[in-house]
């Protein structure tokens, strides 16, 4: 059988793009030193980021649509892993 929709398309409402961005600011909160200046302002720009890619997700989804439950699980869990590492941002300062 031959599938007819593009990679691209499949990819859209995936939710995937913020997470390559939240996992390195899960490590950081794990491993460095939290009294660290250097670290929080790395963490506070990886979160920034996590939120513009958040932001380009709801802008694609807002478009197409969101079809599958999966995607909706993966919507679910990148809003409660970043609202997560805003609460953990925040406990540091």
Do not use: F, K
């Not at 997470?19 to 939290?34: M, S, T, V, W």
């Not at 809003?79 to 540091?92: N, T």
């Amino acid at each position: 059988m031959n599938d007819t929709e593009s990679p691209r398309a499949t990819a859209q409402g995936a939710w995937a793009l913020p997470l390559p961005a939240l996992a390195p600011l899960a490590a950081i909160g794990i491993l460095a030193d939290r009294a660290s200046t250097l670290w929080s302002s790395i963490s506070w720009v990886l979160w920034a980021v996590s939120v513009i890619l958040v932001a380009v997700e709801w802008t694609l989804v807002r478009r197409r649509g969101m079809h599958r439950s999966a995607q909706w699980g993966m919507c679910i869990l990148v809003h409660a892993i970043l609202a997560w590492q805003l609460a953990a941002l925040l406990m540091r300062v």
